[in-house]
């Protein structure tokens, strides 16, 4: 069974850092794109930036500067670092990656984490 786990989330003051991680677990032959989206309370769940195997990335243009995403291939593992934090980035962010497992191993398929809570106030 394929898992995706976050962490790092938590209260930061506005301008301020946080590193998000996001493992996956599992049988797990080959990982393509992963992801991290979030959700504000009342809002839609959105995409905030996404990585390729390869490396290509793309983000959101509110995150634009302020986020950056990377993985490490051989720790099936991807980082989100957060910096310059705003109130409005206050969310749910989860973690979403396509996966090709040896119990599946035609196609792949779409796993989410859990979720973990970012809280930007003073």
């Known amino acids: 069974q394929v898992q995706l786990v976050e962490s790092g989330g938590g209260l930061v003051q506005p301008g301020g850092s946080l590193r998000l991680s996001c493992a996956a677990s599992g049988l797990i032959f080959s990982i393509n794109t992963m992801g991290w989206y979030r959700q504000a309370p009342g809002k839609q769940r959105e995409l905030v930036a996404s990585i390729t195997r390869d490396g290509s990335t793309n983000y959101a243009d509110s995150v634009k500067g302020r986020f950056t995403i990377s993985r490490d291939n051989a720790k099936k593992t991807v980082y989100l670092q957060m910096s310059s934090l705003k109130p409005e980035d206050t969310a749910d962010y989860y973690c979403?990656?396509?996966?090709?497992?040896?119990?599946?191993?035609?196609?792949?398929?779409?796993?989410w984490g859990q979720g973990t809570q970012v809280t930007v106030s003073s």
């Open positions: 979403n990656a396509d996966i090709l497992s040896y119990t599946s191993p035609t196609r792949y398929s779409n796993h």
